[in-house]
């Protein structure tokens, strides 16, 4: 605190008044830098001032002032009474834009994309004009097939499979049979009709296939008997150009045979085209 010394003069008194009230101002002006700080262009002089104790004597000298901020300079920059703004630097890019430069080269062609699904039917087109008159068919091409042939002679199984061959022509209509191999080869295609007839031995058995090339399509069978029977067997094939038609005997796992006396005919195979594919 200060202390003053008082004369009961009156001059002396007035002075006194005057000397308090040039305090008290005094006091109104310094308080501020002590609260906010004085301003200084050493690093951190914005950074408030206070002592530890949070206040001063008015009556104090600068030099303590100067050792006071000295020791509380050191504090740190979030102590700050208010936020420093942040600067970021903004550059307009359309002023530095300048004029248009020339097309460059084109670059290599991307990959393939995946193929999309198949677009709507397109409207039928206008009709064409009339082509050209074809080449001339085969005169010797004829839309006829028939066959029948016959057998005099008995046949019994041998070791392996027999193709049935026939000694005997009724009809064979453009030679499409062959005699020799006892097979009907197709050279009109078209649905067919087959017959056979046999005449089966007795006490022995009768297995025989009509054939499709390779394929058994049906089976004549007899089981062995003491009387011997005609036997007979039909149907209908769909046949493609070059296909062949024969009887197969089956080979020899059991007693297998047909009957005939060299006289008369007992075996026949026939066949015959009912209607071409082409017409």
């Not at 009907?184 to 297995?207: D, M, P, Q, R």
Request: glycine share 10%; with cysteine.
């Amino acid at each position: 605190g200060a202390w003053f010394r008082y004369d009961h003069s009156p001059g002396s008194e007035l002075v006194t008044m005057v000397t308090i009230q040039l305090r008290v101002c005094l006091a109104f002006l310094v308080l501020p830098l002590f609260v906010f700080g004085a301003p200084t262009d050493e690093p951190g002089a914005k950074e408030a001032i206070t002592t530890s104790s949070g206040c001063r004597h008015c009556c104090d000298s600068l030099d303590s002032h100067g050792s006071s901020e000295a020791h509380t300079g050191t504090t740190s920059h979030h102590s700050l009474p208010y936020p420093m703004p942040e600067v970021r630097p903004y550059i307009n890019i359309t002023i530095l834009k300048g004029d248009k430069g020339d097309q460059g080269e084109p670059g290599s062609p991307g990959k393939w994309g995946k193929e999309g699904p198949p677009g709507e039917r397109g409207a039928q087109g206008p009709k064409g004009s009339k082509g050209q008159m074809g080449a001339p068919g085969d005169p010797c091409k004829h839309q006829y097939a028939a066959f029948s042939v016959g057998r005099k002679k008995a046949l019994h199984s041998s070791e392996s499979y027999q193709a049935l061959i026939f000694d005997t022509v009724f009809v064979n209509l453009y030679g499409h049979f062959d005699m020799f191999k006892g097979k009907f080869y197709c050279y009109v295609a078209g649905l067919y009709f087959f017959s056979l007839n046999i005449h089966t031995w007795n006490f022995k058995e009768t297995y025989m296939h009509i054939m499709r090339n390779d394929h058994q399509e049906v089976i004549l069978y007899a089981q062995p008997s003491d009387r011997s029977i005609m036997q007979s067997q039909s149907l209908m094939l769909e046949l493609q150009e070059n296909d062949e038609v024969w009887v197969r005997l089956y080979k020899r796992e059991r007693e297998n045979a047909i009957y005939s006396d060299n006289v008369d005919i007992y075996i026949t195979f026939s066949g015959y085209l009912i209607k071409p594919s082409l017409e």
